[in-house]
């Protein structure tokens, strides 16, 4: 992985008391724990809104955590592709899945420690269906799922409990599924606030 802001000592301290300023001045709370594990993928749902990225970063610092995050490649073009890039984004080519999860895998196998997020929507539009990208890469690499999320109903964004894939990924969605059940996202379907995703078995895990 590149070298980013997390890796900075003196940027890293000063994103985290402009994170728990900003997160304090618009009313929001930070719940959960760092991840018990080196290495992980983190749900990062729901994702409905281009503030999603600034709030899972804020509270990223807020938690102490490094993360690199999946985005689609349009968006690291310049001018804004170094800050991406130095904020932990990985560019991803929609048409490539599976090479993507591979290369997810192989990251995994060559690093130490690597908490890589993924929202697993795949666009910030209103869905219905859930990619599966983030379980095959999980599996893949034999690393936990970390529930990510923000709640912009509560404000409160953080780090659920671990789930380690069985292989059964029917019965390991239905989990998932549960514990996102009553999380709204910032733009949440008009009529219903909130749809626990149903979840489809290919495709890239893109935002």
């Given at each position: 992985?590149?070298?980013?802001?997390?890796?900075?000592?003196?940027?890293?301290?000063?994103?985290?008391?402009?994170?728990?300023?900003?997160?304090?001045?618009?009313?929001?709370?930070?719940?959960?724990?760092?991840?018990?594990?080196?290495?992980?993928?983190?749900?990062?749902?729901?994702?409905?809104?281009?503030?999603?990225?600034?709030?899972?970063?804020?509270?990223?610092?807020?938690?102490?955590?490094?993360?690199?995050?999946?985005?689609?490649?349009?968006?690291?073009?310049?001018?804004?592709?170094?800050?991406?890039r130095w904020l932990g984004g990985i560019p991803?080519?929609?048409?490539?899945?599976?090479?993507?999860?591979?290369?997810?895998?192989?990251?995994?196998?060559?690093?130490?420690?690597?908490?890589?997020?993924?929202?697993?929507?795949?666009?910030?539009?209103?869905?219905?269906?859930?990619?599966?990208?983030?379980?095959?890469?999980?599996?893949?690499?034999?690393?936990?799922?970390?529930?990510?999320?923000?709640?912009?109903?509560?404000?409160?964004?953080?780090?659920?409990?671990?789930?380690?894939?069985?292989?059964?990924?029917?019965?390991?969605?239905?989990?998932?599924?549960?514990?996102?059940?009553?999380?709204?996202?910032?733009?949440?379907?008009?009529?219903?606030?909130?749809?626990?995703?149903?979840?489809?078995?290919?495709?890239?895990?893109?935002?």
């Open positions: 992985m590149s070298h980013t802001v997390f890796d900075a000592p003196l940027s890293k301290t000063i994103m985290k008391k402009i994170s728990l300023l900003f997160l304090k001045c618009t009313g929001w709370q930070v719940t959960g724990e760092l991840p018990n594990s080196p290495k992980c993928v983190i749900i990062a749902a729901p994702h409905t809104s281009n503030w999603d990225l600034p709030y899972t970063l804020f509270v990223s610092f807020a938690l102490d955590m490094k993360i690199a995050w999946m985005g689609k490649a349009s968006i690291f073009k310049p001018p804004f592709h170094r800050l991406f991803i080519d929609r048409s490539k899945a599976h090479n993507t999860v591979q290369k997810s895998i192989d990251a995994f196998e060559k690093s130490d420690e690597l908490v890589l997020a993924i929202p697993p929507s795949g666009t910030r539009k209103q869905v219905t269906t859930w990619k599966t990208g983030f379980y095959h890469i999980a599996r893949g690499a034999d690393v936990p799922i970390a529930l990510g999320f923000l709640d912009y109903r509560t404000r409160t964004g953080g780090i659920g409990p671990l789930l380690h894939p069985t292989g059964d990924m029917d019965s390991d969605m239905k989990t998932i599924q549960q514990f996102y059940q009553n999380i709204t996202g910032k733009n949440p379907p008009k009529n219903d606030p909130v749809i626990p995703p149903a979840f489809i078995t290919e495709g890239s895990p893109l935002p």
